[in-house]
């Protein structure tokens, strides 16, 4: 879609997280050149984000790897914009101590269906009973014991202690010891029928977005803290660290093997109905 100035609308979705908007600092202070293109920030919570993509709805957005495997045909991943757990990732809480097994007989409470948080849950637990939830109401209704477990994503990873709940699990360090690769949890995608110049200048543009964050660390966390939920600068700091890192700026081929690796045990397991091609996007110079 053509705007009334002449430049081409193209919206960009990520979740309302203090990673996420760290990537997008440089579009959105207006400090990244975007040419001829108009970027549109879409400001959505990751499962429905992941929906939206499943309807071709957005141009490109961050999505759960998880749900890229139902996304291939109409987008390509990017080669920029990763969220990797390399070590650690979406943990389990309970209320008390219990062990694998006894989780394994619990109802856990999850941010969505289509997360890979949900997906990783999957292949570390077996059929394990689920029930969907907001993000950000995981925690407080553990904390409440209105819910048996949950699967904790965003900061929550590190400020549940202050809940008085109990880590059961982390996934992150489950899927480093089985395989040695770092967890794969989000992505930028964009969608393929954009055509190949624009998907090439779009996806440069992000990528440049998310160096110059990393360029301007401080004024691009001080940004980011508006989306971190009352969370202090030193979690904020932390946090952004944990996912914007080399990994985001490229996979490079360990982090493309962990894409492969984790959607194909995502099949084996049954969890995906077929094993997705993963293709990603040649950006320009």
Known sequence: MTRDDGRRRIRIGHSPDPDDAFMFYGLASGRVPTGEYAIEQVLKDIESLNRMAMLGEIEVTAVSIHAYAYLSERYLLLPCGASMGDGYGPIVVARRPMDLEELKTRTVAVPGRLTSAALALRLALGDVATEVMPFDAILPAVASGAQEAGLLIHEGQLTHGSSGVHKILDLG??????TGLPLPLGGNAIRRDLGGRTI???????????????????????????????????????????????????????????????????HDAGALPLPPAVEFAALAP
């Open 173 to 178: 360090e489950w899927w480093m010891r089985d």
């Open 200 to 266: 090439a200048e779009v996806g440069a543009i992000f990528r440049k977005s998310i160096e110059f964050g990393l360029n301007h660390r401080e004024e691009a966390l001080t940004y980011a803290m508006e989306f971190g939920r009352g969370i202090g600068r030193p979690i904020a700091d932390r946090f952004v660290g944990m996912y914007v890192n080399d990994y985001t700026l490229d996979y490079g081929a360990r982090g493309r093997r962990a894409i492969e690796t984790f959607l194909a045990r995502g």
